[in-house]
């Protein structure tokens, strides 16, 4: 008996749990539930993170959560539950199956059978943003080591334990090649560790679009957090709904199991939305928990019930499909096929689907790190450069120059284009002459040089060199 956590949520939640736990059961689950209030309500009671503070002890307590979708109110202050559970929680892997299933369901793309692997606690989603000018706002892309580690890690282990052929990673490291760089790295190291898994990257702009006409060119495919959320969507979508994929978010400890889709407010209390994808995010949490007989037999009646055209109204198709069911009875016709097969789908055996055992991240050796300049971040409502330049040479010291000026990353000083456009948000770069060494106290010189000369700093970056090499971008056109 495994005790987990459920809340029923908001929207069409409630009605999709109540069937996908009646399903689990009647297939034998053996699980007892706790469940708890998230969302709405708990948001409108004047709490902002929608949750409260006894529900994480359950939640931490009994590890593994099957949550129902929730909203998040519009406006101000109120900060998404699902992205503060996964980062709590530390759930860095979430997996999104998505697979075709042709005939029965319509879909351009009757062969697609792919797994998205999504980082799911770091990149632009961790939404660290400041408002930096009147003119400018920036979003931190952060990008680690451990996190690229873990997530590629699990994806192989992953591909091995399902045996899936090949992995694929999609990045845009043509344009980020530190942050997107250092995932295509890392990727490329863990790769070498399975040899028998095909391994490959495409760039993500192409490898979408590749994705979306040419499903079955993939297999398992890896990408960061937000590139992984959009095409999950994506890849959900075109195999005829995203009312049918689940989503299974993994931690070291904890792990959270989910539908893709929303709480779809408009179709609340009518008993017409579809329970698959809150289903399958259930049968994978029961292959995590490792009953995977009760998985194998839930997935089966399901498919069957695909299979004989009972449908809700999402993926009804007159012609193809047999009844349009709601909610309810969709779930009463899985339960009355319990124990039963596809026999054009192909059914599922699940023999070694447990949750994946991966080695703990092992922190490498620091590299040298050496400070090789600062890029001096600066408010101004200027427009020449020069002008700005004429300027900002006034903060310089011995030995340590202005090199550059960028506006938005194009370097437009020195021997900018006077077509460039120019905002109010300028990075102004030092770096040490030849023979010469820079250290912190010379980032305090040159900042106190701007409050004597009244130049608005908004805020430094330190440029580095590890074992030798620049760590920084160059300005575009340098
Ligand atoms: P949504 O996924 O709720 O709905 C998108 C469309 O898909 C709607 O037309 C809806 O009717 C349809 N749909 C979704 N699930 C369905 C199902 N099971 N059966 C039949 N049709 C289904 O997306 P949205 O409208 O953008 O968001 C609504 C709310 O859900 C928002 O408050 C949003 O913040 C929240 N949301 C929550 C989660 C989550 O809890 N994991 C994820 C996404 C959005």
């Not at 760089?181 to 070498?192: K, M, N, P, S, T």
């Not at 007989?293 to 055209?309: F, P």
Request: proline fraction near 4%.
């Amino acid at each position: 008996m495994t005790r987990i956590t459920v809340a029923k949520g908001d929207g069409i939640g409630p009605e999709i749990m109540d069937a996908t736990l009646e399903i689990i059961l009647a297939a034998g689950a053996r699980i007892e539930i706790e469940e708890i209030e998230v969302g709405e309500k708990v948001y409108l009671a004047g709490n902002t993170s929608g949750i409260a503070a006894e529900s994480w002890d359950i939640i931490r307590r009994n590890k593994i959560f099957l949550k129902a979708p929730i909203t998040t109110p519009q406006g101000g202050g109120y900060k998404s539950l699902n992205v503060t559970t996964r980062k709590f929680l530390g759930l860095y892997s979430n997996v999104r199956p998505c697979m075709s299933l042709h005939p029965f369901v319509s879909t351009k793309h009757p062969i697609m059978d792919v797994v998205i692997v999504r980082e799911n606690e770091e990149d632009l989603y961790a939404g660290i943003e400041h408002q930096q000018t009147d003119e400018v706002v920036q979003c931190l892309k952060l990008i680690s080591r451990p996190g690229c580690e873990k997530i590629v890690r699990y994806a192989f282990e992953y591909a091995k334990q399902q045996n899936r052929k090949k992995v694929t990673c999609f990045t845009k490291d043509n344009i980020m090649k530190q942050t997107d760089g250092l995932f295509h790295q890392v990727f490329d190291e863990i790769a070498r560790e399975y040899p028998e898994i095909e391994n490959e990257h495409w760039i993500i702009d192409i490898g979408a679009a590749k994705m979306a006409d040419t499903p079955e060119a993939f297999d398992v495919i890896v990408m960061p957090n937000l590139y992984g959320d959009v095409l999950s969507d994506v890849a959900a979508q075109i195999t005829g709904s995203v009312g049918l994929a689940g989503s299974a978010n993994i931690g070291e400890e904890c792990a959270m199991f989910e539908a893709i889709h929303g709480s779809a407010p408009r179709r609340a209390g009518q008993n017409v939305a579809n329970p698959s994808g809150l289903l399958q995010g259930a049968i994978m949490m029961l292959n995590h928990i490792g009953q995977t007989d009760v998985a194998e037999k839930v997935q089966n009646a399901w498919l069957k019930t695909i299979e004989d055209g009972t449908h809700t109204y999402d993926i009804y198709k007159e012609g193809v499909s047999k009844q349009k069911l709601g909610t309810k009875e969709f779930a009463q016709a899985v339960i009355a096929n319990l124990g039963n097969k596809p026999s054009i789908l192909k059914p599922v055996h699940y023999s070694n689907n447990a949750a994946l055992n991966l080695p703990k991240y092992k922190r490498k050796p620091a590299a040298n790190k050496q400070l090789a300049g600062v890029d001096v971040f600066v408010h101004w409502a200027g427009f020449d450069p020069n002008e700005l330049a004429d300027r900002v040479k006034k903060l310089e010291l011995d030995g340590i120059t202005l090199t550059m000026i960028t506006n938005r990353g194009i370097k437009v000083w020195p021997d900018g284009f006077k077509e460039t456009f120019c905002t109010d948000h300028w990075i102004c770069r030092f770096k040490p002459n030849d023979g010469v060494e820079i250290n912190k106290n010379h980032i305090i010189e040159i900042l106190k040089n701007a409050l004597t000369e009244n130049i608005d700093t908004i805020k430094t970056e330190n440029l580095y060199s590890f074992d030798g090499k620049a760590a920084y971008s160059l300005g575009q056109g340098q």
